[in-house]
């Protein structure tokens, strides 16, 4: 099984407005695209102060091929439609893990 992660830290004036984006834009295409197994969107528990709030967006998937194909048909569409509804308000990196136990 293979994680794709994004964490984001968002500025407190956009949150509300980024969980829903989350729940009804990314997480909706990321589903219907067919190649995610399972998601999970958690927030981070304890954050310095004044530095917003940090989620981690968890896509799983079961090939190398379907992070590929989701990659190139879904995620870089998403992340486009990211910066122009949020711009610099919402800050990212991504990572990719191999899921060992």
């Known amino acids: 099984m293979i994680l794709f992660n994004t964490t984001f830290n968002l500025d407190p004036v956009i949150e509300e407005a980024w969980l829903l984006w989350a729940r009804d834009v990314y997480f909706t295409l990321a589903l219907d695209s067919g190649y ?30 379907h992070v590929e194909k989701f990659l190139e048909e879904y995620e870089y569409k998403a992340i486009e439609e990211l910066a122009k509804r949020f711009s610099s308000n919402a800050v990212y990196f991504q990572t990719i893990l191999d899921v060992v136990i």
């Open 36 to 65: 995610v197994r399972k998601h999970h969107l958690m927030k981070l528990r304890y954050e310095t102060e004044n530095s917003g709030s940090t989620y981690s967006l968890q896509l799983f998937f079961e090939k190398d091929s």
